[in-house]
């Protein structure tokens, strides 16, 4: 079996990368190591070589669920038949509940490790994340000047502030910046 080769999908294996995305999402990928990893999710580093080719294998993947599970909050929120005001409130109010804080951070952290990495597992992460996020946020925009580069720009850097800051007097100013943006540009 090639390093990046992965035998085919299980439920151990769905287990361990759901494990995996976990584990990550809560102590981020800076210091990545399977040893720790897999004693905390309760496998070892040979299962987890086995199941997912390597180390990059698994952080890709891990990278992908992220991905698959921005996308499907932004989809989510696309589909939503509220007016675009409405929609992107919607998704916003979904990316920052405490629960997705780890999903950022792991989001947050894959995208900016995919400008210094041009061969690592999270080589195209960014591009891609453009590829997902610009078409439904084109389809929500399609009646209004507003940019969506513009909307997503404002959108992850406050997302960014909302991770820097875990304070509720930070979350309220995060809130109001948001709230602001929205009342210019995409005023009621």
Request: aromatic share 6%; hydrophobic share 45%; no cysteine.
């Amino acid at each position: 079996m090639t390093a990046d080769a992965k035998p085919p999908t299980s439920a151990r294996r769905a287990d361990l990368l759901a494990a995996s995305v976990a584990y990550v999402a809560e102590h981020g990928l800076a210091e990545l190591s399977l040893r720790p990893l897999a004693q905390a999710i309760g496998s070892s580093p040979r299962v987890l070589l086995y199941l997912f080719g390597s180390k990059e294998g698994l952080i890709r993947e891990i990278l992908a669920v992220g991905r698959v599970e921005q996308l499907a909050l932004v989809e989510r929120a696309d589909d939503h038949p509220g007016t675009a005001r409405e929609t992107l409130d919607l998704l916003w109010s979904r990316l920052v509940v405490p629960e997705r804080r780890g999903a950022l951070r792991l989001f947050f952290d894959g995208y900016v490790r995919s400008f210094d990495a041009p061969d690592g597992p999270w080589s195209d992460f960014a591009g891609k994340s453009l590829d997902d996020w610009l078409p439904p946020l084109d389809r929500v925009l399609a009646d209004h000047p507003v940019p969506s580069t513009l909307v997503l720009a404002v959108l992850r850097g406050l997302l960014l502030d909302h991770l820097a800051a875990d304070t509720p007097r930070h979350h309220e100013r995060v809130q109001t910046a948001w709230t602001s943006f929205l009342d210019h540009a995409l005023p009621h």
